[in-house]
């Protein structure tokens, strides 16, 4: 299983991300280009010592992104209407979470293979970024050991 992140903008949320991913043994894709600079101290600050058991690939665009062999793009998006405890996760899925300002654009929604959705009380636009995909890796990891 894979962590894909879309051109992310937010240093912190970011080494939050690989953080997670280091524990959990994901892999992490990191789509450029960022809205900081990946050395950046605030990541370090968040990511601390974990990032060096991260085994990250970056890719310089989306279509480069595209050309790497992977299974199923399931894409993280408060725009989806299936809910991410009622979607079947597969051990070679690469999960995907957008910019924390915008998302993502139409053609990547295009072209993931399932878009899920986080729920949350009616009145509110997102959850943070890192809360969201850690609760959905929990999930997918849970599914993944039962098969």
């Known amino acids: 299983m894979r962590l894909a992140l879309f051109q992310p903008d937010i240093p912190q949320n970011t080494g939050t991300l690989l953080r997670l991913a280091a524990c959990t ?22 990511g601390m010592d974990y990032l060096e058991g991260v085994d990250m690939t970056r890719h310089i665009s989306w279509q480069r992104f ?13 725009k989806a209407d299936t ?11 690469c999960l995907l979470v957008g910019r924390e300002s915008a998302g993502v654009p139409p053609e990547v929604h295009e072209r993931a293979d399932a878009q899920l959705v986080v729920p949350m009380k009616a009145g509110f636009r997102s959850l943070n970024v890192a809360v969201c995909a850690a609760m959905v890796v929990g999930e997918a990891l849970r599914q ?3 098969k």
């Open 144 to 146: 993944v050991a039962l």
């Open 66 to 78: 595209l050309e790497e062999p992977r299974g199923r793009i399931v894409l993280l998006t408060t």
């Open 25 to 46: 043994g994901l892999a992490v894709d990191i789509i450029e280009p960022c809205g900081f600079i990946l050395d950046d101290k605030r990541l370090r600050r968040a």
């Open 83 to 93: 809910p991410y405890t009622e979607f079947d996760f597969a051990a070679d899925d």
